[in-house]
Structure formats: structure tokens, C-alpha cells
């Protein structure tokens, strides 16, 4: 299956007084994996949102393994664990790139909604070009 | 002039691997501030926005003069400096509360502006309740 | 067992633009909760730190239920599922305050580390401060 | 004299419920601008932390232009103003890149420290690496 792994420098605004990154904020980084993950797979999220569709976390989980620090390299692997007749599940992993330490992994799941916030499934197009990925590997 | 004073504890999310809070952080603070003081002067921003009227930062200033550290109490003290036809000036002075120590002075400038962007004068019966603070010291 | 809530007001800097709170701010609200509940208890998480103690979190899951929206305000409740020989988890329900309406359950596991990061016994005495609040219920 | 250029793409973490980036959220960006400018300098923040050295902010100033939005890519160009003694002024031009609308314009004024927190001249081959930057223009 298709990964997308994007690089993320940390900065000051990422750490907390403990010198590392504060937990909370690999989920930003988790974000961006799925969005360039999904836009290497010709399907843009801002396009989507355009066409009425969201994709709002419904679940979220992380195993926090070792901690990054500041100026430190952040690799996000991102790949895609299923695609269901409403949902998608991501799946992340996240290590520091010059040790290749892992960090972080994580998952999360998405539901498809329209602007209405109702349930619906995805635009045929943006499901054929996902379960291709998936089913390819 | 009426000041309105909200008391926020410093959490770790706020802080930054040199050990005090990032100083961005305060920027949120001030939200706080101004929201508050204007929802006790009987304007309610969630409501004006409900009316059709935004009030966007247009100009923002700090003047950091010494940090607050993780569950230190810091006080926001915020008063309106003018406001004029379509445009309001919030004042904010940031200090710890147990050793009453200045750590933050800081403006913004807001425009009012209406759902199209369009710079507008805000609703008469917002104006005078904020005129009438200033006037009455 | 004890369980403690505090109030958080929505501001701007919380939500996205969905127009709802963004799925990874929630997690600044757990930190909150989390303090305060152990405060209420006498222990001090600051005082914890000045003796060499840190609770990093190890691992985090939420279930995103219904948005929180600009100007409500949320209800942050914690409590102990469990403290073990080094590590504690805490379970958070949030619900929007006017409407008693569930936003988001989770909970996180944290280790009681020393300065050098070796995982370790909590001190005795805040060890048995939590247990005791624990066993009471 | 030497200007960088670094390129962020705007992510939903960024933007609040007027649609836009929140206000607060361009100054994690000034951060990555003078981050990256003066590594292309041959100064590593990092490294300067580590013989002692740091800046924090003392002074920032920003003037809000237009809006970015949700995945538009944004232009954070960035110089040196100047460097004195024992302080280095950074000014900051942020535009979106597309339509190449100018978004934020803006400045901060950072001190030198020590880790005492004592005010002190940067290292010479600091001072020299960026001064020879800003009289060679």
C-alpha cells in the first residue's frame, strides 16, 4: 500500500518546559501526514471540502514511545489502514530522522459527512482512487 | 474607563522548552481579555457575529518585559483605548498575580467589517455601549 | 472516587474552519482537568516537578462524539481509572455545559519518570494521597 | 542583504471559524523565518542554545493585511533589520503564494541572553557571520 512520509522541523512553539515536544502537538503533524498521504493519491481535501464533504476525526489514538526535541527532525509516515462505506482509518508512525528513533504512532478515523453533518458515503471518484491504493499495496 | 481583569493559570501546552511560556501564547490570552471585558459591557461577540459583524485583528503589538512560568497565575488586564467609526483599540497588561510582576504589554487593533469583508460601523446599540464606558470613566 | 470538573469557554483560537473546536485542542482541556483533579487531592503537579518527579504521557485516545462550538462553554471532567507502581491513567468526559450534551470521551496513561527519565515509584506520600481517593470512591 | 524565503501551507490546525489562518497562528511563523535565515547564515539556534546563548523575544509588532486560508501555500520572507550590541531586530513579510497577496507585514526584536537570563553580546563569530551578512547586502 502507498505511504507518504513528509519531514517536520520542530520549533520552539512545539516544545513545553519539559524540553520536548508537548504531546499534543504531534497531532498537528499527524494532519498534514494524511492530507499530502491522500493528495499524492490525486485527491485534495480542500476540493472535497469544496464539493460539500468533511472528513471530521471521530477517533483518535497515540503511543507516545520517546520524545523529540527542539531543531530535531520529525519524519511522519503515513499510510492508510481501511477504507470503509463512510469512514477511513490513518495510520501513523513518527520518528526522529537522524537516529531514526521511533516517536510516536497513532491512528485516526475519519467519517465522510456532508455540510449538513449527515453521514454520507464519498464522492465515487475519491473512493475508487483510494481502494485502488489499498488494494494495489 | 471600565478595565476587566481575568485570571488565567499557566498550563504546560502554554510553555516552551526554555521553561516560560512561548510568546505567542499570551496573543490567545488577549482574545480572552477583550472578549470578556466587552461581554460585561453588555456586547457578546458570539452575537455580533450572529448579526452579520466581524471584528478582525488588523494590528497587533507586545512589549515582553519578563516570562511567566508553568502554573504561575497571570492576570490579563484589558481596557479599550478608542474606538472610532469602524475600528476599536484594546489595551492589555499581563502580570503575574503573586508577585503583582509585569510581564506583557500589548494593543490590537480591530476593524469592523461585515460578512462580505466589507468595512462597516458596528450595530448603534454596540457603539454606545462601548462609548459610554469610555466617556464615563 | 473523587472526580472534579472544571468550565473552559470556547475562544476563536480553539476552533478551525469547520467552524467547530479543533479535534487536537481538546487535548489542552485534558491537561487542565487532569491538574486541577490531582490539586483538589493536595498534590501539587509544579511541587511534583521540584522533586524531580515528571508524568509524561505514554499514551492517548479520544472519541469524538459531537463539536464544541466558539463561546460555549465545556465541562471538563476527570478522574483516576488507576494508579499503578509507575503510571497512572486518567479518563476525561466532555460535554457542552447549556445543553449537557456529550463532546468527547478519552482518557491517557502517563509514567512517573525521575530527571534522568528512569521510570519510578511516585513518592510515598502522593502515592498514597491518590489511593486513598482512589479506594474511598 | 541576505533574505530567506521559506513556504508553509496552510493546515486546518491553523485556521479558526472566520474561515481564515487565526492571527495568532502567522507568529509560529516568524519563528520558522528567522529560524531558517540565519541557518543559511551558518548560526544554528540550536548550537547557540547549547554554548548558553538565547533570544527570546522582547518586542513584536504585526499588520494584518488579508487573510490566508485552508491549504493556500504562504511566503514567509524574512531579513535582518539590524543588530546592535545585544539585540538583533528581524522584519517579516507574509504573502500568499498563488496570487502573490500580501498578508502580514511585521517585525520582533529579540534580546541576547545568557542562561542566567543576564543580557550579554552574542559570540564574535555570530556577530560576525551576520553582520558580514548585513553590510555586504
Given at each position: 500500500m502507498r505511504e507518504k512520509t513528509v519531514e517536520i522541523r520542530v520549533i520552539?512553539?512545539?516544545?513545553?518546559a519539559m524540553g520536548?515536544?508537548?504531546?499534543?502537538?504531534?497531532i498537528r503533524w499527524f494532519e498534514i501526514g494524511r492530507t499530502e498521504l491522500i493528495r499524492d493519491m490525486g485527491v485534495v481535501y480542500a476540493d472535497l471540502e469544496k464539493q460539500g464533504y468533511h472528513l471530521p476525526v471521530t477517533e483518535l489514538h497515540c503511543h507516545y514511545l520517546s520524545p523529540a526535541r527542539y531543531d530535531q527532525i520529525v519524519c511522519v509516515k503515513t499510510k492508510i489502514a481501511y477504507m470503509r462505506r463512510a469512514s477511513i482509518k490513518f495510520e501513523y508512525e513518527l520518528y526522529e530522522k537522524s537516529e531514526n528513533r521511533l516517536l510516536v504512532e497513532g491512528y485516526s478515523v475519519h467519517a465522510f459527512i456532508d455540510d449538513r453533518g449527515k453521514i454520507v458515503r464519498p464522492p465515487r471518484e475519491v473512493a475508487d482512487r483510494i481502494n485502488r491504493e489499498i488494494i494495489e499495496k
Open positions: 520552539y512553539a512545539d516544545t513545553d520536548v515536544v508537548y504531546h499534543m502537538n504531534y
